[in-house]
């Protein structure tokens, strides 16, 4: 069982910059890829990056240069470094993580990021 808790979102301009932080507990980290994905309002939940256990990364078309993916093992964290954000990017963010042993999934409750003027 794994516990995840996602922070970091907000209010920002377009062109500003987030850092979303998932907190993972309950397992052992190392053993999971990671994911973030968003949900806008009346969309279907997207893949926006994922990151292996040996930091292995892709991302969706429409972030890639701008969001960058990262992970500490030691902290049981995995972050989404956000750039020159637009207003098409304004959706809850939620934390995926994979178990690489049996592909069972655990979400994080999202949170929100808006970009805006």
């Known amino acids: 069982q794994v516990q995840l808790v996602e922070s970091g979102g907000g209010l920002v301009q377009p062109g500003g910059s987030l850092r979303l932080s998932c907190a993972a507990s309950?397992?052992?980290?190392?053993?999971?890829?990671m994911y973030w994905y968003r949900q806008a309002p009346g969309n279907q939940r997207e893949l926006v990056a994922s990151?292996?256990?040996?930091?292995?990364?892709n991302y969706a078309d429409s972030v890639k240069g701008r969001f960058t993916i990262s992970r500490d093992n030691a902290k049981n964290t995995v972050y989404l470094q956000m750039n020159s954000l637009k207003p098409e990017d304004t959706a809850v963010y939620y934390c995926?993580?994979?178990?690489?042993?049996?592909?069972?999934?655990?979400w994080g409750q999202g949170t929100q990021v808006t970009a805006s003027s």
């Open positions: 990151i292996t256990n040996g930091g292995t990364t």
């Open positions: 995926k993580a994979r178990a690489l042993r049996n592909g069972i999934e655990y």
């Open positions: 309950g397992s052992i980290f190392v053993l999971y890829t």
